[in-house]
């Protein structure tokens, strides 16, 4: 989501631009051509302060304000700018629904908070970069699977299981569309994926755990659809311009964590919110567990209810 922050930073202040990241992160960045260089976090961290210390930043930018990047800045001592996280405001709304937090995207808060920059958001939305290996190992592979164009992304993963689109409704929607469908997810959701295999009343392919994210991120790139959870290939889909359905756990797109479409796309969003529920949001950005037990926020929904989000008619498909 730095994505267009980064992009107007460099075309319309032509800044050299230095990025610190997780290494697990490295490669959604490292073919951006707004980024200069790229730094990641690793175990030793004097080295990594010493090789930034040597390149004698102008400002620095804060856009994840957490403890160890709050560390990193001090450790610099160069000016630093950062922006309004809405903490405060994200847990009054979680004591109190009606509290109203506005929808403003994160997106629009970085902007705001490098107002003193006069930055402008060109609108322009999201962007990652694939290298042509990948793009090249993708095309193959979904040659190889006669999936081409027209099918449709599930994605298992998440990084907490209360953000995760349950095994149940991915194989009860499997069984009642017609389309090829590609699973999705890190090796953590294996498990689950066999679940949803198992359950399922015909044959999907089941990629969980083969691709790393940039593959993943491919394939999300040539889709028709996606399901969701709250996760980074939701975010990978709005800027890729797909059209996908988002299954809402214990967070809320009112936390402004929602699919950030560029002001000329085509793609659409359309969530499935429990907003019945007295318990929910429970979490901004997730949870391990449950705190009520029941999880009902994810288990209520039903295929049909996806399907009618994306003007499909449930279809039984006859294939084994």
């Given at each position: 989501m730095i994505s267009p922050a980064i992009r107007c930073l460099k075309q319309q202040l032509s800044s050299t631009i230095h990025l610190v990241c997780k290494t697990e992160y490295s490669a959604t960045v490292m073919h951006n051509p707004h980024i200069d260089k790229v730094y990641t976090?690793?175990?030793?961290?004097?080295?990594?302060m010493g090789q930034l210390k040597s390149e004698q930043y102008d400002l620095i930018i804060d856009l994840h304000k957490t403890m160890r990047s709050f560390r990193m800045r001090t450790g610099l001592k160069a000016p630093a700018i950062s922006f309004d996280k809405k903490s405060l405001s994200h847990r009054l709304h979680m004591v109190l629904p009606a509290f109203d937090l506005a929808g403003e995207h994160v997106i629009h808060r970085i902007f705001a908070g490098l107002k003193d920059l006069?930055?402008?958001?060109?609108?322009?939305?999201?962007?990652?970069?694939?290298?042509?290996?990948?793009?090249?190992i993708i095309e193959r592979r979904l040659n190889d699977l006669n999936m081409q164009q027209g099918y449709t992304v599930i994605a298992?993963?998440?990084?907490h299981p209360t953000k995760r689109v349950p095994a149940a409704l991915a194989a009860e929607y499997i069984s009642a569309s017609q389309e090829h469908i590609i699973l999705l997810g890190g090796k953590d959701t294996i498990d689950e994926a066999r679940e949803v295999m198992d359950r399922a009343s015909r044959y999907v392919h089941n990629g969980v755990?083969?691709?790393?994210?940039?593959?993943?991120?491919?394939?999300?790139?040539r889709c028709g659809h996606i399901i969701t959870g709250d996760t980074g290939l939701m975010h990978f889909a709005a800027a890729a311009d797909r059209n996908m359905v988002v299954v809402y756990g214990s967070t809320s797109p009112a936390f402004g964590m929602y699919p950030y479409y560029g002001k000329h796309a085509s793609g659409r969003a359309h969530y499935l919110c429990p907003d019945q529920l007295g318990c929910w949001p429970c979490s901004k950005a997730g949870r391990p567990t449950c705190p009520k037990k029941h999880m009902n926020c994810l288990h209520q929904w039903k295929a049909e209810e996806i399907i009618s989000k994306i003007n499909k008619e449930p279809k039984r498909n006859s294939q084994a």
């Open positions: 976090l690793g175990s030793n961290w004097p080295h990594l006069r930055l402008v958001d060109d609108e322009i939305g999201m962007e990652v970069y694939i290298d042509d290996a990948t793009e090249q298992l993963g998440g990084s755990g083969q691709y790393s994210l940039l593959e993943s991120f491919a394939i999300v790139k």
